[in-house]
C-alpha cells in the first residue's frame, strides 16, 4: 500500500480508534490501578497499593459465588427456554407468518420495551392486591402463589425474563427458517418425506448455526442481566436475585467498596473474554 | 383439516401475541384508571377511562419532573445515535473497501456487544467525576454511543460493501478528493444503512438503564430512571395509576418508533447477533 493511502487510512479510523481508547481505554486502565488498591470514595484520588488483596477479598466472598452461580444459572435457563420456545413459535407459525409478515410485529413488540421498565410494569401486574395477574388467578382458581416470596422469585423471574427476550429467538429463527430454499423443501416432498421428518432431517440442520448463535447472544445477556431483576426486586429477598452484576453495583454504591468492586468486574471481564475466545474458536471450527 | 390446522394455528398465535405483551397491556389498562378503581378494580376492564393520571404526571414538579426526564432521554440518546454514526463512518469505509482493522479494530469494536458494560461502569463514574461529566447529558450521552458503536460500525461496513465500486472509481477519475467522495457520493448511497444504525441505536441509546442509573442523579436523569422514582422505595405509598402512566410515557417512544419503522429494521434487530 502506497505511503499517502495509509496517512488516509490512519485519518479515517482516527476518530473510532481515539474514541475507543478515550472511553474505554483509559476506563480499563483505571480499572487495572483501582483493582490492586486499597480505595474509598473519600481516597479516589490518592489509592494505596493493596496487591491482590481485593481479588482474595472477592474470592472470599460467598456473595460472590451466589452471585456468579445465579447469573450462570439465570443465563442457562433463560438462554434454553428462549430458544425453545422461539423455535417451536417460529416453525409452527411459519405458514401464518409467510401470509400476513406483520403480524411478526405484535411478537416483536416486548423486546423494543426497555427492560427497567418491564420490570416496573411487573411490579404493577404481579401485585397481591392490585395486581391483573393475580386478580385473574384467585378468580379462575381461587389461589394465588407469592411470586416474589423468597422461593418463587427465581421462577418468576425466569419467565419474565423469558417472555421478553423470546421474541428475538423468534425473529431470528423465523429469518433463518424462511431463508431455507424453497426447493429443498419441494424436492423433499416430491421424495415423500414427511413433514416431520422433513422438520428433524433437513430444516432443523440448516438452522443449526442461528440456533448456536441465538443460544450464544440470550446466554451473555443473561448472564450480564441488571436492568429487570433490580427494577422489579432489586437484590431480592435475602438477597437471592442478586446477579454478578447487580452484586458489582452494591459493592460500588452501597458498601463504597470500590476496590473489590473493580476486582469482580475485572474478573467478569475475564470470563466474558474467556468466553467470547471459545465461542470465536468454536464456530470457526464449525464453518470450516 | 386443512381448516382446523389453521384455526389451531391462529389460536397459538393470539395466546403468544396475548401472553408476551401482558404487562404492556395491563400497564396500558391501568394508567387509564383513577387510583380508586384500581383499589376496586384491578382486572384488565377500565369502567371509567380517565386521563387524570397522565395530566397529574406532567403537574408533578422538583424531583419528579417529567419534562427534565424526557429532555435528558431525548438530549443523550440523540448524543448516543449520532456521535457512533460520525466516529464509525470514515473508519467503515476504509474497513469496508481496503480491508484495514480487519485483524483487530473491527472485531474488537463488534464484540462490544458482548461485553458486560458494567465492567466499564465504575472507573466511568470515576473518570466522569474528575472530568465534571457526571449527572450531564453529554456524559450520558457519550457512554450511550459507546453501547451504540459495535452496532453502528457493523451496519455500516456492511452497508459500504454492498455498494458497487464503480460509482466511486467514476468520481476518482473526475478527480474528487477523497473527502469529496465520502461525504457527496459514498453517504448519500449508504441512507438505508444509516437510517436502520439511528432507529436501531435510538431504541436502545433510550432502552438503557444502568448508565442512567450510575452517572446521573438529578439534572440529566433520564425517563426510564426517573420512572423509577415513582416507585417509592418503602414500597408503601405507590399511586399505581400515575405509575402505570409513567411507566407507559417511559417505554413508549421506542414501541412507537419501531413498529412504524418495522419495515425498515424488522430483520436487522437482531444484526449483533447474526455476526458477532
Known amino acids: 500500500m502506497t505511503r499517502p493511502a495509509r496517512l488516509e ?101 416486548p423486546m423494543i420495551v426497555a427492560p427497567a421498565m418491564m420490570g416496573l410494569m411487573y411490579r404493577l401486574v404481579l401485585h397481591e392486591f392490585i395486581g391483573p395477574l393475580p386478580n385473574l388467578l384467585y378468580a379462575w382458581f381461587g389461589t394465588s402463589p407469592g411470586f416474589l416470596t423468597a422461593q418463587n422469585v427465581f421462577t418468576t423471574i425466569v419467565v419474565i425474563e423469558t417472555l ?70 432489586g437484590t431480592g429477598p435475602g438477597g437471592s436475585t442478586t446477579s454478578l452484576a447487580i452484586y458489582i453495583y452494591v459493592a460500588f454504591f452501597r458498601a463504597g467498596e470500590i476496590g473489590e468492586a473493580v476486582a469482580a468486574s475485572i474478573m467478569l471481564f475475564g470470563a466474558a473474554f474467556v468466553l467470547l475466545f471459545a465461542a470465536a474458536r468454536w464456530s470457526t471450527r464449525g464453518v470450516r | 383439516m386443512k381448516r382446523a390446522s389453521d384455526i389451531l394455528r391462529i389460536l397459538v398465535f393470539l395466546a403468544a401475541a396475548l401472553i408476551l405483551n401482558f404487562p404492556v397491556i395491563a400497564t396500558l389498562v391501568t394508567s387509564l384508571k383513577s ?52 466516529v464509525c463512518f470514515p473508519a467503515a469505509w476504509v474497513m469496508a473497501r481496503r480491508g484495514v482493522g480487519a485483524a483487530i479494530l473491527f472485531p474488537a469494536t463488534v464484540n462490544l456487544r458482548t461485553l458486560p458494560l458494567i465492567v466499564f461502569a465504575i472507573p466511568l463514574y470515576i473518570m466522569y467525576q474528575s472530568l465534571g461529566l457526571l449527572d450531564t447529558r453529554l456524559g450520558l450521552g457519550l457512554i450511550l454511543a459507546v453501547v451504540n458503536l459495535p452496532i453502528a460500525l457493523l451496519i455500516l461496513v456492511n452497508t459500504i460493501r454492498d455498494l458497487p465500486v464503480d460509482l466511486e472509481e467514476a468520481a476518482r477519475m473526475d478527480g474528487a478528493s477523497l473527502p469529496t467522495l465520502l461525504l457527496r457520493i459514498v453517504l448519500p448511497l449508504c441512507r438505508p444503512g444509516l437510517v436502520t444504525v439511528f432507529i436501531l441505536g435510538f431504541i436502545t441509546a433510550w432502552n438503557e438503564f444502568l448508565f442512567g442509573l450510575m452517572l446521573t442523579t438529578r439534572d440529566a436523569v433520564p425517563i426510564t430512571v426517573g420512572a423509577s422514582f415513582f416507585f417509592a422505595s418503602g414500597g408503601g405509598g405507590v399511586e399505581w395509576g400515575v405509575a402505570a402512566a409513567i411507566i407507559v410515557i417511559a417505554a413508549a417512544p421506542p414501541v412507537v418508533l419501531g413498529l412504524f419503522m418495522y419495515r425498515h429494521i424488522g430483520g436487522s434487530m437482531t444484526t449483533g447477533a447474526v455476526k458477532g
Open chain 2, 35 to 86: 387510583n380508586a378503581e384500581i383499589a376496586r378494580n384491578p382486572g384488565l376492564w377500565v369502567e371509567a377511562p380517565t386521563l387524570g393520571n397522565y395530566a397529574a404526571i406532567f403537574d408533578a414538579a422538583g424531583r419528579f419532573d417529567v419534562w427534565t426526564f424526557l429532555n435528558s432521554s431525548l438530549v443523550a440518546a440523540a448524543i448516543g445515535t449520532i456521535l457512533p454514526i460520525i
Open chain 1, 9 to 109: 487510512n490512519a485519518i479515517l479510523t482516527a476518530p473510532l480508534v481515539v474514541f475507543l481508547l478515550l472511553l474505554l481505554g483509559f476506563p480499563t486502565i483505571l480499572d487495572l490501578v483501582y483493582a490492586v488498591s486499597e480505595v474509598r470514595f473519600e481516597t479516589l484520588r490518592s489509592p494505596s497499593f493493596a496487591g491482590l488483596s481485593n481479588f482474595t477479598a472477592v474470592l472470599g466472598d460467598p456473595e460472590f459465588w451466589r452471585a456468579t452461580w445465579f447469573s450462570l444459572r439465570f443465563a442457562i435457563v433463560t438462554a434454553l427456554a428462549e430458544c425453545a420456545l422461539g423455535l417451536f413459535l417460529a416453525v409452527y407459525l411459519a405458514p401464518l407468518l409467510r401470509r400476513a409478515p406483520w403480524l411478526l410485529a405484535i411478537l416483536i413488540m
Open chain 1, 164 to 233: 421478553q427476550w423470546t421474541p428475538f429467538a423468534l425473529l431470528l429463527f423465523h429469518m433463518a427458517y424462511q431463508s431455507i430454499p424453497e426447493d429443498i423443501r419441494e424436492a423433499a416432498a416430491v421424495d415423500g418425506t414427511r413433514s416431520w421428518r422433513l422438520l428433524t432431517r433437513i430444516e432443523l440442520p440448516l438452522m443449526l448455526p442461528t440456533i448456536g448463535v441465538a443460544l450464544f447472544v440470550r446466554f451473555i445477556d443473561g448472564f450480564r442481566v441488571f436492568d429487570n431483576i433490580w427494577t422489579l426486586t
